[in-house]
């Protein structure tokens, strides 16, 4: 693990991540492929100066800075300006040391990894340039192995030499080859379970969305309906007593109704945006989701109490976490407890190394523990009395996935609910 985490360390940088999986893999496999050629250009170097031939010395270790030159490049995130650099400095220099040697050396092999790495290092949208390359490397073969020429001298090798080039060609292209082939094998293997994984959110999102269509219409028509009932039994009324009544009635279903459209809103925000990560604070976040609900007549009596630092910032998606913490806020004003003279709501919060913990507490009405499971389903409802959309919850856990966070509950019946959620710091 240490010698991995050094490679990568080398390779991609301190502190540098690459989000996409493949491009991961196909920058780690390109770094370690100069890491390779390094190696061996000093390999034989070193074979030549104990041979006294120092004619190869200045083309081998212009390689070796070339492929110095492409790690670096890499670690700048021009990644593929170091395949550029990378693979052209591989078949040139493997021509110029099959040409001047004898093919019995077993050098040729190195044109067939270079092939092979043309195609593992980029994309499958980029498979033209592979192919270039690829052509490249059969027409750098050719030229070295039909055509007498060479820029380097001719070296000459006796029986013993040969069959340790021969070993020691061999057992570096061999690894190297199946390292690319690897690379190839785990891309395949990756897609295979992406698609395996897109395939059951497909199945999950087809089945919610029948819930939808369902429960939506249900929803939306039932407040409408009330409405137009209202309206015809307001316009046969003379009493002014009982026409002020009825509006009441009016204005309470159409405010059941926006907040079943917001929730809907909310839902498909958070199935359709991409995560936008910043620096939040939660003091300040808080407080405007307070300043949104303290108004309402279900929130006249509550006590809203922050035991948070005013200075405590998180980085997160602050949409995502501002619907969060308004649902969870929104539910616990919903369902206080009348009969309770000291009603209180408080946000508290716990920081370890990894993850950032945000609780909203309060002492309204609780959950019966047979509920704790399903509140967080499309669309339940723990008793008909219930005035949200059924929505919230589900919501929440929703959000939360898309943060990598997780959510807890804690509620007894008559003494209050503690709900907990987690974000990775």
């Not at 395996?196 to 819930?211: C, S, Y």
Request: proline share 3%; aromatic share 10%.
């Amino acid at each position: 693990m240490g010698v991995k985490k050094g490679i990568r360390k080398l390779v991609i940088g301190d502190g540098k991540y690459i989000d996409s999986y493949s491009d991961y893999k196909r920058v780690m496999l390109s770094g370690q492929l100069a890491l390779i050629g390094i190696i061996l250009c000093s390999s034989y170097i070193l074979f030549d100066v104990a041979l006294g031939s120092l004619n190869n010395i200045p083309i081998l270790g212009a390689a070796i800075i070339l492929f110095a030159i492409s790690i670096f490049i890499h670690r700048q995130g021009d990644h593929m300006m170091a395949n550029y650099l990378l693979l052209p400095t591989a078949n040139i220099t493997m021509y110029l040391i099959a040409s001047s040697e004898s093919p019995n050396s077993g050098a040729f092999i190195f044109f067939i990894v270079n092939s092979i790495a043309a195609f593992a290092v980029f994309s499958y949208k980029q498979r033209l340039k592979s192919i270039l390359f690829a052509v490249f490397t059969y027409g750098l073969f050719v030229a070295s192995y039909f055509v007498d020429f060479s820029i380097l001298p001719q070296r000459t090798y006796n029986e013993d030499t040969l069959v340790f080039f021969v070993v020691l060609n061999f057992s570096t292209a061999l690894p190297t080859a199946l390292m690319a082939v690897d690379l190839l094998l785990s891309l395949n293997n990756h897609s295979a379970l992406k698609l395996i994984e897109n395939t059951d959110l497909l199945m999950k999102t087809n089945a919610e969305l029948d819930q939808f269509v369902y429960s939506t219409s249900h929803d939306l028509r039932a407040p409408l309906t009330s409405v137009m009932g209202l309206i015809n039994i307001t316009e046969r009324s003379e009493r002014p007593e009982e026409v002020s009544k009825y509006l009441g009635m009016m204005r309470d279903r159409v405010h059941s109704l926006d907040r079943f459209i917001r929730d809907i809103t909310d839902y498909s925000r958070n199935n359709r945006l991409e995560i936008k990560k910043e620096k939040v604070n939660l003091y300040a976040l808080a407080c405007e989701v307070w300043e949104n609900l303290k108004f309402s007549p279900e929130a006249e009596h509550i006590s809203f109490e922050i035991e948070i630092p005013e200075n405590l910032e998180l980085e997160t998606d602050k949409n995502r976490l501002q619907v969060v913490l308004g649902n969870l806020i929104s539910n616990s004003v919903r369902y206080h407890d009348p009969r309770k003279n000291s009603k209180f709501i408080k946000l508290q919060y716990q920081v370890s190394d990894r993850v950032f913990s945000i609780k909203v507490a309060d002492n309204g009405q609780g959950i019966a523990k047979e509920y704790h499971t399903k509140v967080f389903d499309m669309f339940y409802r723990a008793n008909e009395k219930s005035r949200g959309s059924g929505l919230g919850l589900y919501i929440v856990k929703e959000a939360l996935m898309k943060l990598s966070g997780s959510i807890q509950l804690d509620s007894t019946p008559g003494i209050g609910t503690t709900i907990t959620i987690r974000l990775p710091c």
